[in-house]
């Protein structure tokens, strides 16, 4: 049982404990704990203003959490910034998909990625075909 357990906790890639967020208006987020395992699929559901979004937004850099902490493959991390969290492997794709009508699907998933002024389109359209097959694959 031990060797179990031990296996189940090398396989979390995620791990979000007792977040907090306070706005002006009140508190957001109080001691919420997230864990995301190797393999697994969640959705964030609740009534408007629950916190899914803020949640979201903490783990992504684009807010600061007031308390809590975020271990990525067991390593403590500080995500300040969305470039913190894209280093550690973290991304979101919103569900609002009019945010970038205008942009390709290689340029909507690499938005933010490129690092100087010369981007190859061709790499990183040959690498969005690569992750949307193995997305494909991974569906059956």
């Not at 208006?25 to 959705?43: C, P, Q, S, W, Y």
């Not at 807010?63 to 969305?82: L, Q």
């Not at 942009?103 to 389109?121: C, D, K, P, Y």
Request: include cysteine.
């Amino acid at each position: 049982v031990k060797e179990e357990v031990n296996t189940l906790q090398e396989e979390v890639l995620l791990q979000m404990r007792h977040i907090e967020k306070r706005f002006p208006g009140g508190l957001a987020l109080n001691g919420v704990d997230f864990t995301l395992r190797k393999g697994e699929i969640h959705a964030l559901m609740g009534e408007n203003g629950a916190g899914k979004s803020t949640l979201i937004k903490i783990l992504t850099g684009v807010y600061p959490m007031d308390a809590g902490s975020v271990k990525v493959e067991g390593t403590p991390v500080h995500i300040n910034s969305p470039q913190d969290a894209q280093n550690n492997g973290i991304s979101t794709v919103y569900q609002e998909i009019t945010l970038c009508p205008n942009l390709t699907v290689a340029e909507n998933m690499f938005i933010g990625r490129t690092s100087g002024q010369m981007v190859h389109w061709k790499d990183f359209e040959k690498r969005t075909t690569e992750i949307l097959n193995s997305l494909f694959i991974m569906s059956y």
